[in-house]
């Protein structure tokens, strides 16, 4: 079936109704004019499964095979030239190969930086990857300027380097905004960003009872397919980090059921996290014991 472009124009505008979109629009980067980013802006509490919709039949226009949801410190960091070598390799090879998506804070710092550097030498342009950043509105450097409807906005390569602020990655194609109502306060994105994205997964680790929920899809446009979704493998890809990085981890695997993958070696929480898994796994039977154990 062919949408023509009046349609597609449609269609978005009545997902952006139902989301709530407070602002939205495009980013040209001075970096790279070529590829604008779209943008969207969003109350805290807006719906997961229309923002889902709305990557799946309008800005990514199909269902991804894999999730890759990278989190990590925030500050400035060097990884190890080994380890570099092989989460470059590594990510870029399965993002080009499967056509994953890949899911990052969004902003030109950290671990989310490194990301944006690493897709950005994927060598194939006829398949751009969807690198989509998550952030806090309040803590966006030059977010004023993203105050539109629609329109196209020229993200100046230097910002202030306010405390509490970042400014935007360039090599992000999509960012999706929360707007929880603070200033210069990191971690108001954490608890969306979870539930979007154990709502693409559409249930794939979760128990069957909560598939049958998490499959739902309340807008008219997707209750007109009769096909079912498919669900979506998703992983947490944990890369050093600190306070911010725990309570994404916390949000992914205690409340949302998403398995999460520590590329140890890296560093702080990550290192911490990888040993205390390691630990856990040497002494199960033990544990495991225990537990049994009548009282």
């Known amino acids: 079936m062919t949408h023509h472009p009046a349609q597609n124009r449609q269609e978005t505008n009545q997902l952006y109704t139902s989301i709530g979109v407070i602002s939205h629009g495009t980013i040209t980067f001075a970096e790279d004019t070529s590829n604008p980013a779209k943008f969207i802006s969003i109350p805290s509490n807006a719906s997961v499964q229309h923002v889902k919709e709305l990557l799946f039949r309008q800005w990514c226009s199909e269902r991804p095979p894999l999730v890759i ?83 196209n906005v020229v993200y100046p390569k230097s910002h202030s380097n306010a405390s509490g602020e970042a400014p935007l990655e360039p090599n992000h194609s999509e960012f999706i905004f929360i707007d929880d109502g603070t200033a210069r306060k990191y971690g108001g994105e954490i608890e969306f960003r979870a539930q979007l994205t154990q709502a693409i997964s559409g249930g794939f680790f979760a128990p069957r009872s909560a598939c049958s929920v998490n499959m739902e899809t309340p807008s008219k446009a997707a209750s007109q397919s009769s096909r079912p979704e498919k669900p979506v493998p998703v992983i947490l890809l944990v890369v050093e980090g600190g306070p911010f990085t725990v309570k994404t981890v916390h949000e992914a695997v205690v409340q949302n059921n998403i398995p999460v993958v520590f590329f140890e070696g890296t560093g702080r929480c990550c290192n911490l996290f990888a040993k205390a898994v390691r630990l856990y796994d040497d002494n199960r039977r033990n544990f495991e014991d225990t537990e049994g154990a009548s009282p």
């Open 69 to 151: 949801s990278v989190a990590g410190g925030a500050k400035k960091y060097t990884m190890k030239p080994k380890l570099l070598k092989a989460f470059r390799s590594g990510l870029l090879k399965v993002a080009r190969t499967t056509g994953a998506w890949i899911i990052t804070g969004g902003t030109n710092t950290g671990i989310m930086k490194l990301v944006g550097e690493i897709v950005q030498q994927n060598p194939d342009r006829s398949r751009p990857i969807h690198l989509i950043g998550i952030a806090t509105w309040g803590c966006v450097s030059g977010v004023e300027q993203l105050a539109v409807r629609g329109s």
